[in-house]
């Protein structure tokens, strides 16, 4: 049996489709900064990593973080900051260069909520219970999708290619349609949007062939030609890419690797990132314990043909939770924080579908119990109403508000009625570094702990405390304590420093910032080596790319 149609397009997709572009023109807004009554748009201090990569190749620095040295992988997304590349030679002022990423990403999230309709409309959909608004709605606005992707992060696209590529091998598997090629091409486009997207990639693919050959069914000719012509193209652009990193980074795996995954005991990384992936299950509770029961219910009890339809979403929704707290959790994973982090909030959007699809499932079940309530206007606008309350109580527990909420005051998220979290933290690094260039002149060697933002606003050449951007430090072990009493101080890509490395091979004018440091350290290590602190800053005595004397004058306008 083919799988059913539902429909593709319809007022009500579009009215969520304009809300969600308000929402989040008004979010990107409210990320922006102030700098001296302009605003300044700005991404997530990671993303500007790697717009700094892309500055730095337009300008001729080669695609090098810190416009000194041999080039480092410090970004774990390739695809996400060649896409930047275009952006940085458009000629844009800088205030305005990270408004099309964040654009880009808005088109992702509307284009997502397309085809989470879609995927519940083609797979999801029982006789005449065939809506797919409330996966759709719940897409649209579940907070932590929205605030990583608009952040300038990859996440938006992530969750494009996933839903696309769960949607094209149901087609395979449920429909008989050839998608085979289009499937792989996608799975190319993730796993140089991320190597961790191989996951997806694998988990799509072994469901793919498994059922392909399950219940007598054989692809034809053209199925395995188009298969294998995708797995040739797959295989071609992750080679093609690792052999441009052998030979551009002189590496076989990103640096972020090793800073993130070696150097740590494993019981604590696992430990921690077990305790941060249980506080977001437990934040989300009120949506995942019902879909869950649901799921297993239909997987255990369900005709065997038509419970496959449920397999992937779940498998590749519990892959990812175990994947995250494999890796410890994210580094951002806090109180105050966003309740989902950057490795599960794309795939968050596959558990609103299950829960659809129960709806819709169960929904088919009443009204062929029960005819009736399928005919009258009044039993039509109950059940209507019955189905609005389900999703804005979904929609509720999707985001962390009600019942299993941390915080009382997550509505605010939703309604936009504070800024999105760190961005008064971009607001500081943004001020300390237009302090620091009264200081440091452009071409200075200044030393830093957020990466991202003084390396694209500046002409300086950087050195990155944390290690990010140098192999020396991301492969060393943790500079800080770390047992398995102590498993939650441990935080992803901010555990390793080496100072006497920094001072010793890079000989910095000026620090920006310091980390894990006291004033009995800095007067132990900085001053013997000629640092002083001026205006808040260490800066090397002697040096000719310091100005001692403008320390109190205006900001440079360089970085605007």
């Given at each position: ?354 829960g659809n699809g129960l709806l819709n499932r169960g929904l088919d079940s009443l009204a062929r119990r029960r005819p009736g309530l399928s005919t009258g206007a ?183």
């Amino acid at each position: 049996m083919g799988a059913q149609t539902g429909p593709r397009v319809s007022p009500a997709l579009f009215v969520v489709l304009l809300l969600l572009a308000v929402w989040d023109g008004r979010f990107i807004w409210d990320t922006t900064v102030d700098v001296s009554g302009r605003r300044f748009f700005c991404l997530f201090d990671d993303a500007m990593i790697s717009m700094a990569y892309a500055r730095n190749l337009v300008e001729g620095h080669g695609l090098n973080w810190a416009r000194q040295g041999a080039p480092v992988e410090g970004f774990t997304h390739p695809l996400w900051t060649f896409l930047m590349i275009p952006v940085n030679a458009s000629g844009l002022p800088l205030a305005l260069r990270s408004l099309p990423i964040q654009l880009f990403s808005l088109a992702c999230l509307l284009l997502n909520v397309v085809l989470v309709h879609r995927l519940v409309g083609n797979h999801f959909s029982f006789g005449n219970a065939r809506s797919g608004l409330p996966a759709a709605l719940l897409t649209a606005f579940y907070y932590p999708l929205n605030y990583w992707a608009l952040f300038g992060m990859e996440t938006g696209l992530q969750a494009v290619l996933t839903t696309a590529s769960v949607l094209l091998a149901l087609d395979i598997v449920l429909a008989g349609r050839d998608r085979h090629l289009p499937l792989l091409l996608l799975g190319a486009a993730a796993y140089l949007l991320r190597m961790d997207m191989l996951l997806m990639v694998g988990v799509v693919q072994l469901f793919v062939l498994f059922f392909s050959f399950r219940g007598g069914r054989r692809p034809g000719p053209a199925e395995r030609r188009h298969w294998l012509l995708g797995a040739a193209l797959f295989a071609a652009a992750a080679l093609g890419y690792s052999v441009f990193r052998g030979l551009y980074f002189h590496d076989l795996l990103p640096n972020t690797y090793y800073l993130k995954l070696t150097g740590v005991p494993l019981d604590v990384r696992v430990l921690r990132g077990a305790a941060c992936l249980k506080d977001t299950l437990v934040a989300h509770l009120g949506v995942l314990l019902p879909v869950a029961a649901g799921t297993g219910y239909v997987l255990a009890r369900g005709e065997r043909r038509r419970r496959r339809r449920w397999l992937l979403p779940a498998a590749l929704f519990l892959v990812y939770c175990a994947y995250s707290a494999w890796v410890g959790g994210d580094a951002w994973e806090q109180d105050e924080g966003v309740m989902a982090n950057r490795f599960l909030a794309f795939v968050f959007p596959l558990v609103f579908v299950l829960g659809n699809g129960l709806l819709n499932r169960g929904l088919d079940s009443l009204a062929r119990r029960r005819p009736g309530l399928s005919t009258g206007a009044l039993p039509r606008a109950i059940l209507a109403a019955a189905l609005t309350a389900v999703t804005a109580i979904a929609l509720l527990a999707a985001n962390s508000i009600w019942p299993f909420a941390h915080s009382g005051e997550r509505w605010r998220d939703l309604v936009l009625d504070r800024p999105p979290t760190l961005v008064a933290g971009h607001q500081w690094i943004f001020n300390q570094t237009r302090l620091l260039e009264r200081i440091a002149l452009p071409g200075a060697v200044v030393a830093t702990v957020w990466a991202g933002i003084p390396a694209y606003l500046t002409d300086w050449k950087m050195v990155d405390i944390l290690g990010y951007n140098d192999i020396v430090i991301a492969r060393e072990s943790s500079a800080a304590f770390l047992d398995r009493k102590n498993y939650r101080k441990f935080q992803p890509g901010h555990v390793k420093w080496d100072y006497k490395h920094v001072l010793e091979v890079h000989h910095p004018d000026a620090f920006l910032q310091l980390w894990e440091t006291d004033l009995g350290m800095e007067r132990q290590i900085l001053r013997p080596r000629g640092y002083r602190r001026i205006n808040g800053f260490w800066v090397r005595l002697g040096s000719d790319r310091v100005d001692y004397t403008a320390s109190a004058a205006p900001a440079s306008a360089t970085a605007l």
